[in-house]
């Protein structure tokens, strides 16, 4: 291959192979950031606990803890010591025939073993009848039982979920190590673009990829950056993709990528930049190119289609890979689902078509795929909610067959 040459046409997971091997060479700095802000991130460092948790014995219930040996077959009264609440100071030691009033979450006072709920008691003369024993240990929850300090509580590469934010706060964990985010400059390119709340005269559309890649990019935790829409001018392109390619870490294009005469970004990348892959067989989204910026500054370049279920399809297939491996995040869940219906694919590339997910009464996971599979028909990918991934190569798939499905 000359030095200029790049690979074309290629299969989606060589593709998909170079988009790794990039982003690993490229993977973004960990920082340390407060846990309030970890929503979503990349765990850089493994969390460890700290601390055992329950880190006391503790009451699950309001009532009364006692010693179970101290209660007889029917009812039996005991004398009411003292109090234990919720972080109330520490109730005396529960000696033969005694209890202590407790609250839901208050350490086990010593010499108790067991809580009676409030309801199976009832008070006399300030003593606590208890009216139905309960079972020894009842509704005590045990120092260490849902973790012990230095278990491992979150893996590198994680994106950190709610759940797991709560649980490293409930460790006391202030600070944590995240991959940087990347930071993603969004351009639609086109002379036929409008913005949605201008009129549009002949031949124009409204640009309608920018939100869906704004949306896909903040649905990530992203805080993308777009620009206003570019002209199918090379100097424009040119001037813009610069400033871009100097501040961010990723520019995503839409349009302007295939064979036309106003399609200006090829030429552009080949001759600026470093060019990984362009075209890929699948579809759609075939004429995606991925580049180094080269003399457009530091970024690398995912130059997608524009189309827009196009955009849709490189999103989920190549630029979501991407952005993951930028931060090392660990690989995503593969979801399969059966088809409700029988397909025919009557063509060579890999297919991202779209469909509806629906569970079957038996608990199966089933995916409706619509036969609008145009890449310019949206209606069809807003009323769909998961791309099915059909391989390369023709193929019947009958009613009942297992495919990958992508939710969105
Ligand atoms: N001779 C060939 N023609 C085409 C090829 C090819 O290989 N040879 N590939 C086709 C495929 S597949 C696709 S996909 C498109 C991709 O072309 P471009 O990336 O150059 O996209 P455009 O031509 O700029 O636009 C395609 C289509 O999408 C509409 N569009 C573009 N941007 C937006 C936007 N921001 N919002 C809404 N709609 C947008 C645009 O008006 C066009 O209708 O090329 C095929 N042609
Ligand atoms: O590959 Mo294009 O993205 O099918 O329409």
Known sequence: ???????????????????????????????????????GRVLATDALARIAM?????????????????????????????????????????RAGECVRITTGAPLPDGSDTVVIKEHTRIEDGNVRVLQAPAAGSHVRHRGEDVRAGD???????????ARVALLAGQGIAGIDVARRPTVAVFSTGDELVEPGLPLAHGQVYDSNRELLMGLLRAEGLEPVAWPTLPDDPHAIESALRHAGEAFDLVLTCGGVSAGEKDHLPALLQRRGQVHFWKVRMRPGMPVLFADGGTLGPALFLALPGNPVSVLATWFALARPLLDGLQA??????????????????????????????????????????????????????????????EEGERDYPQGSVVEVLPY
């Open 1 to 39: 291959m000359a030095s200029d040459a790049f690979p074309t046409r290629i299969a989606y997971a060589e593709a998909l192979a170079i988009v790794s091997r990039v982003a690993r060479g490229r993977r973004l700095p960990a920082e340390h950031i407060a846990l309030a802000r970890a929503h």
């Open 152 to 162: 491992l509580l979150a893996v590198v590469g994680e994106a950190l979920s709610p």
């Open 329 to 390: 995040r660990a690989p995503r869940r593969a979801w399969r689902a059966r088809l409700a219906a029988p397909w025919r694919k009557r063509h060579e590339r890999l297919e991202f078509l779209r469909g509806r997910l629906a569970s079957a009464d038996d608990g199966t996971l089933l995916v409706e795929p619509d036969p609008a599979d145009g890449s310019h028909r949206m209606r069809a990918a807003a009323d769909a909610d998961a791309l099915i991934v059909l």
């Open 54 to 94: 329950p880190a006391f014995d503790n009451s699950a219930m309001d009532g009364f803890a006692l010693r179970r040996a101290d209660l007889l077959p029917g009812e039996t009264l005991l004398a009411l010591r003292g109090e234990q609440f919720a972080g109330g100071p520490a109730a005396p030691l529960v």
